[in-house]
């Protein structure tokens, strides 16, 4: 992908990292008014607002999560992301929860210059018993910048390529002939074609007479004038071709430019131009091959729709749907469709099918599932001129999720027959329905690792509260899980309820359900102090569309709960609901009293909090790492 960071201080960073020194600096003063932060001694920021619990380098840039994979001989599960824009880094885990290097100091496993890809390395994807069994990358190499969907694109600046893993993953040696897919399907005028996903489905071998178990790939782009599009190509050669013929089969997916699955605002907008395209099945228990199909995507946009400009508008959304044959070529088209995560930073998903095999399922005694993680981008797309040289790490990956067909029984009424994130799956005649929707919740491991080694566990009793009522004890630090419920008794658009976290005397920052508008809203407003003095520090309120549905009870109807689970990790905050609903960004609070949590009720009606437990402390996701 086009994420292009020229570092001034890389070459330092490395110099040091290697030398394994850290510079001193004074002590920050977190009880004063921040300053400008780029003053500060360089690495002086390193500490407040890293996360402790997330996937991250040990220095430098973060870009998107790709090139996940489950080693084959080890169990080993290989999380991959993009790294100073050089190239690609990453680590293994055997729990989802602690994570080790691949490289010391999270250098590069594969790094731009070869001659396929002299500028750059996007996106890829790892075949997991590829060449003479052995993991092999297919990824975008990059001859040409820029690329952008708004100007014209110049052939040849994107092909797809082969590199094969070396010595457990800690490098990927590049093929020694050209790019596999040389060109973007003849006579289209793509406005991008990067990122393949490669992917086995019997369903997609049944619809194209295809021998089982073939090997395909979706590759995102879309068509100037048209709108965004994912590709979709065949391995055609048997096992001794190592991958290198590929059939272009056609438009897997296509949508018009600019347009949406629903204007009511559920599910975003499809824009001009896909990335990042995902393609995968499930169940109500996780990954299968003859499950739902799913897709994932990053769909590029632009506020004005005539005369469309480079924006920073990002959307991570979701499609579930069907598969026909159509003039002879397979053709998806969504049955429901929404957001993956709400979060405006929070972008380009990378996601892979973890077998019950694995190291990690075999601990947890997890199925086979499909795990996804997303990008927490910390400079909004590198538009942000943000301290580098004295934080000395800009992103993170956010919590790994495990997906699912959800379904939930609801009454049939106007609020469940809407076109939204969701679909009616079945009907009854005790005026009921089923609903379906992809389910998203926090990988199993890391959760249950955050609470159960705990520093400290922090009961509040919850039930009818005033806005503002403090907790009796707040968090010692500013890395926590918080999980607790808020049960409403009316829709009335005068109600919200929620909490306030992070906060104190200068700062705090709400989160809060509203029928208003069926939002939950992150009101960043007064999150940091630091924003005074440095424009880099958003304090936009973000916000997501999330529908409370009539429940049948005892009584007649009852207004679905809303369960809430919040992660709190240096800056990032991750705000989960209803195993259906995410929205995670950043908040860079700078008091060191920030840490206090009150209760949010406002409006006539009443609203009923349930308990309310913090779990303190998470895990240390680098064990190994040393500063």
């Known amino acids: 992908m086009p994420r292009m960071y020229k570092q001034a201080f890389v070459a330092l960073v490395a110099e040091l990292a290697t030398a394994n020194i850290i510079p001193r600096h004074a002590p920050i003063d977190y009880t004063g008014t921040p300053p400008n932060l780029s003053t500060l001694a360089n690495f002086s920021l390193f500490e407040t607002w890293r996360p402790r619990s997330h996937v991250l380098p040990a220095f430098g840039q973060i870009g998107d999560p790709c090139m996940h994979y489950t080693d084959p001989e080890t169990g080993l599960f290989h999380v991959g992301y993009l790294h100073d824009g050089t190239g690609a880094s990453g680590a293994t885990t055997d729990d989802f929860v602690t994570y080790t290097d691949l490289n010391n100091n999270s250098a590069n496993f ?17 075949i997991e018993r590829g060449i003479n069994g052995t993991p092999t990358l297919l990824y975008t190499s990059v001859s040409y910048l820029p690329i952008q969907w708004t100007i014209a694109y110049t052939k040849g600046s994107e092909t797809q390529s082969l590199a094969i893993a070396r010595d457990g993953g800690r490098n990927f040696t590049k093929l020694e002939h050209g790019p596999v897919i040389p060109s973007p399907p003849f006579a289209v005028n793509v406005t991008g074609f990067r990122d393949p996903f490669v992917f086995q489905n019997p369903q997609v071998d049944t619809l194209l007479k295809k021998r089982n178990g073939t090997e395909y790939t979706i590759i995102s782009g879309g068509t100037h004038g048209d ?3 994912l590709f979709l190509y065949a391995h055609y050669g048997g096992e001794s071709d190592n991958f290198q013929t590929w059939e272009y089969i056609g438009e897997w997916w296509h949508e018009k430019a600019n347009t949406t699955w629903t204007e009511a605002g559920w599910a975003g907008r499809w824009g001009f131009n896909f990335e990042v395209g995902n393609f995968f099945a499930l169940d109500k228990n996780g990954y299968n091959p003859h499950g739902e199909i799913f897709t994932t995507i990053g769909a590029e946009w632009s506020f004005n729709p005539i005369v469309p400009q480079v924006s920073d508008v990002r959307e991570m959304l979701w499609a579930a749907g069907k598969q026909s044959i159509v003039n002879g070529s397979i053709e998806f088209e969504p049955t429901m469709a929404g957001r993956l995560d709400a979060g405006k930073s929070a972008y380009a998903a990378a996601g892979k099918a973890v077998p019950a095999s694995s190291q990690a399922s075999q601990k947890s005694g997890a199925p086979d599932r499909f795990l996804t993680y997303l990008w927490l981008t910390g400079d909004f797309y590198g538009t942000l001129n943000t301290p580098k040289a004295q934080q000395n790490w800009t992103g993170s990956l956010l919590l790994p999720r495990e997906l699912s067909v959800g379904y939930l029984d609801v009454v049939d009424n106007e609020l469940s027959r809407e076109k939204g994130s969701w679909r009616v799956d079945a009907e009854r005649s005790n005026g009921t329905v089923t609903l379906a929707t992809l389910n998203q919740k926090i990988a199993r491991e ?32 500013k890395h926590y899980v918080l999980s607790t419920s808020i049960t409403f008794t009316s829709r009335s658009n005068e109600t919200r309820a929620g909490l306030e976290i992070l906060s104190g005397d200068l700062e705090t920052t709400h989160i809060y359900y509203q029928f208003s508008n069926e939002s939950l809203v992150v009101d960043r407003s007064n999150s940091s102090a630091a924003a005074a003095t440095n424009d880099w520090v958003l304090t936009e309120t973000e916000s997501g569309k999330l529908r409370l549905f009539d429940m049948p009870s005892a009584n007649g109807t009852k207004i679905e709960t809303l369960d ?23 908040v860079w609070s700078w008091y060191e009293d920030s840490r206090h949590i009150r209760f949010i009720a406002e409006g006539d009606d009443e609203v009923e909090f349930g308990d309310v437990t913090i779990w303190e402390g998470l895990v240390d996701a680098w064990p190994e790492r040393r500063l």
């Open 227 to 229: 709108g965004p599009s």
């Open 446 to 477: 890391p959760l249950a690792a955050f609470t159960s080694n705990t520093s400290a566990i922090i009961k509040q009793a919850g039930g009818r509260r005033s806005s503002g009522v403090t907790f009796d004890r707040s968090p010692s630090s």
């Open 564 to 586: 809430l689970t919040i992660v709190v990790d240096g800056g990032i905050v991750e705000v989960h609901v209803n195993d259906r609903f995410a929205l995670s960004t950043w």
């Open 110 to 126: 594969i790094l731009a210059g070869g001659k396929n890809d002299p500028v750059a390395v996007f996106d890829g994807s790892v």
